[in-house]
C-alpha cells in the first residue's frame, strides 16, 4: 500500500477552487514531483496535507491512517514535515536552535523537569543538542552552527529548512520549491542532497519549477494546472507529454485572457 | 552562559550582597529594593514580551492580585509571609490562566488594548469591593515578613536582602527557562507561529503556559511589594505601573535577562535622580524612551548575541567538534 494516498481531495476558497478533485499517490521511497505552472494550487496541497487548511472534500490517507482536516501537530507526529515556498526560518534563533525546535516533539520533559533540572531534562536536552549537532554535521554545516538564521547565505536557509523538517522525524518531506532562487551550481549542489535524502529511506514530494533539478531526480511527477491533475507519469513520459506542454506554454495566453 | 556573563552576575551579586554594608539610607534601601521588584517584574513580562512577542498592558493587575491576596491573608489569618506569598503566586497564575483562554488567539493591538481593559476592570474592583478590599483605604499596616520570630525590616535590611533573593530565584528560573525546549518554542512562536506549529509546536497550550507563568511571577513580585511597604491600594497599581513594566522591557532588551535588571535600574531611579527637574522628569522618561524605539529597536542589551552559542554542560562533545567561531571548542 502507498504510503500517501491522496483520494478526490478538493479545496475551496469561496467561489475559487484551488484544488479539484485531486487523487494521487505516493509511495514509501520515491521522489515524486508535482509541478505546474503559477497559481495551479500545489502548495494548497502542501496545505491541505499539513493540515494548514481543511480539506473542502475528500480523503488523504498516510501511512493507513486518514490525516485531512486533524490538527497540525498531530500531523507533524504522524510523520510528514515541510519546508516553505517563501522560507519560514526562526530568524531570530541560531541554527542549532532551529533545528532544535524540530525536536520538540521527540524532547520529552515537562515545566518542572525544567525547572528542577531533573535527569529526565538533562537526558532529553542532551539527546536534542546531540541529534541536532548530527543533522547539522550531515548537512555540512559546521560552520554555521552559532549563525543566526537570519544572517545565513539564502541557499543555506534553504537546507536549514530541510534540516528543520528532518528533526521532527518526518518520514514524508513536503520541499515546496527548494531551488528557488539558486544558481545553477546550487542547485546542482540541493539535487545532491535531495538524492542523499532518498538514500537515507526518506519519501520526499517535491514542489519545483526548475524543470532540471525535476526531471533529473523524480520517480514520477503529476502535474496540476488550474487545480486538477492533467497528467502524470515517469519524467520523460511527461517531458513529451502534449497536454503539460499546452499546460505551460498556454498559460500567458491565460494571463492575457485574465 | 558562557564564563563573561558567569562572572558578570557573580560580582554583581557580591556587590549587591555587600552593599548595605556601607550603610545604606533607609531610602536608598527603599529605592534599591524597588529596583529589584521591578527587576522581576521586567522578567516576569520578558516571558510574554520578550521572549514569545505578545505586548501585555495590564500587567498590573497581576502584580496587584498577588499584593492583595498576600496583604488580606496576612490580615485575616496572620499567616506567614512565605505562605501568603504562594497563596499570591497561585492566586495571580490561576487568574492569569483564566484570562489567557480567551485570549489565546489574540496579538498585537488586539491583546494590548484587553489586556490594558483588565487592567482597569482589576481597579474598578479593587475600588469597589470594599468589603474585602476596604475600597479606597487600601490595606493598611501590612504586616513585616517574619521568620522564627525575626522580623525583617529597613533597619536589619532584612526586607532588603529577601527581595535580593527573591530577585536571585527569579533570574535563576529565566535562565532555565530560557534554555530549554519552552525558552525556544516561545521564541519559535514569536518569530514564526505557523512555521513553529508545523514543527509540532502546540502554540495555544505555549501561550497559555507562557501567560500563566508570567502572571504567576508577577503576582510573586506584588505579595513582596505589599510586605515591603506595609501598605497598598488601587493607585498603587494603575496603568502607569504597567507602562512602566513595559517599558523596562522595550529599554531593557527584549529577551535579555540581564537587560531587565539594568532597565530596572535606570527606569527606576530616573525619577528619583531627576527629581530637582521636577515636573519635566516625565519629559526626560519619555523623550529616552522615544530615542530607544528609534535608535535601538533592540532594547540596550537586547538582540542577536555576537557571542556562540553555549553548549549545556552536560552535552560532553568531542574536541573540535565544534569550533570556535562557528565552532565552540572542547566541552
Ligand atoms: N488562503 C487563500 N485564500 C484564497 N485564495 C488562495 C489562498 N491560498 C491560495 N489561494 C489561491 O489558490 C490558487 C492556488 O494557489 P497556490 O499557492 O496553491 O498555487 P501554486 O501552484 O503554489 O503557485 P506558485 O507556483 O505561484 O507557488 C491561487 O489562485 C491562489 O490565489
Ligand atoms: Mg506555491
Known sequence: ?258 | MDKRDKIIWLVLLAALIVLPAVGLSRYLQRVISLIFIYSMLGLSLNIVTGYMGQISLGHAAFYAIGAYTSGLLSEHFGLNFLLTCVCGIIMAGIIGWLFSIPTTKLSGTYLAIITMGFGEIVKVVIVNWESLTHGTYGLQRIAKPEFFGFQLNTTNNGLYYLCLIFLVIFVLLCIAIERSKLGRSLRAIKDDPLAASLMGVEINHYKRMAFTISTAMAGCCGALYAHLSGYVDANSFNSDVSTLILSIVIFGGMGSIKGMLLGAAVLVSFPEVLRFVAVYRFVVYGLILIVMMVFRTDGILGGPSKRPYVFPRFVKLEKGEVTKNGTAGGK
Open chain 1, 1 to 258: 500500500m502507498a504510503l500517501l494516498e491522496v483520494s478526490n481531495v478538493s479545496k475551496q476558497f469561496g467561489g475559487l477552487a484551488a484544488v479539484s478533485n485531486v487523487d494521487f499517490h505516493v509511495n514509501q521511497g520515491e521522489i515524486v514531483s508535482i509541478i505546474g505552472p503559477n497559481g495551479a494550487g500545489k502548495t494548497t496541497i502542501f496545505n491541505l496535507l499539513t493540515g494548514v487548511y481543511d480539506v473542502t472534500e475528500g480523503k488523504i490517507v498516510f501511512d493507513g491512517k486518514e490525516i485531512q482536516n486533524k490538527k497540525v501537530q498531530h500531523i507533524v507526529n504522524a510523520g510528514i514535515a515541510r519546508t516553505f515556498q517563501n522560507i519560514r526560518l526562526f530568524k531570530n534563533m541560531r541554527t542549532i536552535e532551529n533545528v532544535m525546535v524540530g525536536f520538540h516533539q521527540n524532547t520529552r520533559y515537562n515545566i518542572f523537569d525544567l525547572i528542577f533540572r531533573t535527569p529526565r531534562f538533562r537526558k532529553y536536552e542532551k539527546e536534542a543538542h546531540i541529534k541536532a549537532l548530527e543533522v547539522l554535521h550531515s548537512l555540512g554545516f559546521e560552520k554555521y552552527i552559532h549563525t543566526y538564521a537570519g544572517n545565513l547565505p539564502y541557499g543555506e536557509q534553504r537546507k536549514l529548512e530541510i534540516a528543520r523538517a528532518i528533526a521532527t522525524g518526518a518520514k514524508l518531506l513536503l520541499l515546496d520549491e527548494p531551488a528557488a532562487g539558486m544558481n545553477p551550481q546550487e542547485s546542482e549542489e540541493l539535487l545532491e542532497f535531495i538524492l542523499g535524502l532518498k538514500d537515507q529511506g526518506f519519501t520526499i514530494i517535491l514542489i519545483e519549477h526548475d524543470m532540471s533539478v525535476v526531471m533529473n531526480i523524480s520517480d514520477r511527477i503529476y502535474v496540476l494546472d488550474h487545480g486538477k491533475m492533467i497528467a502524470d507519469g515517469l519524467p520523460e513520459e511527461i517531458a513529451s507529454n502534449q497536454m503539460v506542454i499546452e499546460a505551460y506554454l498556454g498559460k500567458s495566453e491565460d494571463d492575457a485572457a485574465d
